[in-house]
């Protein structure tokens, strides 16, 4: 089955402890990339990676880091979370690496607490 | 840069009823337009897109938009409501090579029986 698999589905942590929120897709898809939804404010990008080694900043990227070593997997990396980082994550995925034409593919989401 | 503006954050509608999402855009460039949906506890599903071919778009579920180039809107209609169309619902757009999407604040639609 087609899908963008997110790990894990809720985490609760303590500011400043590094966290990882795992990212797989098995669509070979060139295009992935991270957003945050927060009530109102609907969903804002964070990274975007066009292709293996290739990432680039959304529009609130600050407190975030990001890799794209292998095609499948696009880890996003809290290194000192803080309480305004609580939100619901979504990774998502493309086919394409000229445009986005494509629609997205999304995983279902992580649910994030930082106390 | 684009802009995505949806208009009414909730919206509800009788079972049978037509359902009217809206959606304007900002774009400097010619735009390619999405509707998702939401589901509770669940990622976003794609609906319909609209990628400069037919400006009447039809997707699942019965849902279609109308892309309207002199009114920058993409509203999203469906004639008969149903319960199970009960979600969020989220505009985005983006363009030819920017690799940024942006979307709307959503509307949860809630479908009264």
């Known amino acids: 089955e087609a899908q963008v698999t997110q790990n894990p589905r809720y985490l609760i942590t303590v500011t400043g402890k590094k966290l990882t929120v795992t990212c797989s897709q098995n669509m070979n898809h060139e295009y992935m990339s991270w957003y945050r939804q927060d009530p109102g404010l609907g969903l804002r990008q964070i990274y975007y990676?066009?292709?293996?080694?290739?990432?680039d900043k959304g529009d609130v990227p600050e407190g975030y880091k990001v890799s794209r070593k292998e095609k499948r997997n696009f880890p996003l990396i809290l290194e000192s979370p803080s309480p305004n980082q609580t939100s619901l994550y979504f990774c998502?995925?493309?086919?394409?690496?000229?445009?986005?034409?494509?629609?997205?593919?999304f995983g279902n989401g992580t649910r994030l607490t930082v106390t | 840069a684009q802009s995505v503006t949806q208009l009414g954050s909730h919206v509800s509608v009788s079972e049978g009823a037509l359902v009217l999402l809206r959606c304007n855009y900002s774009?400097?460039?010619?735009?390619?337009l999405f509707w998702y949906v939401q589901y509770p506890n669940q990622g976003l599903q794609l609906l319909l897109k609209?990628?400069?071919?037919?400006?009447l778009v039809k997707g699942i579920n019965g849902f279609e938009a109308e892309f309207k180039k002199s009114e920058t809107s993409f509203h999203l209609t469906k004639p008969s409501a149903h319960m199970s169309d009960a979600a969020e619902y989220f505009c985005a757009v983006t363009t030819s090579g920017t690799y940024k999407y942006i979307f709307g604040t959503g509307t949860r639609l809630k479908v009264l029986a």
């Open positions: 998502a995925s493309s086919f394409g690496s000229t445009g986005t034409m494509a629609p997205l593919h």
């Open positions: 990676s066009m292709n293996v080694e290739v990432t």
């Open positions: 774009s400097s460039v010619p735009p390619y």
């Open positions: 609209y990628t400069s071919a037919a400006t």
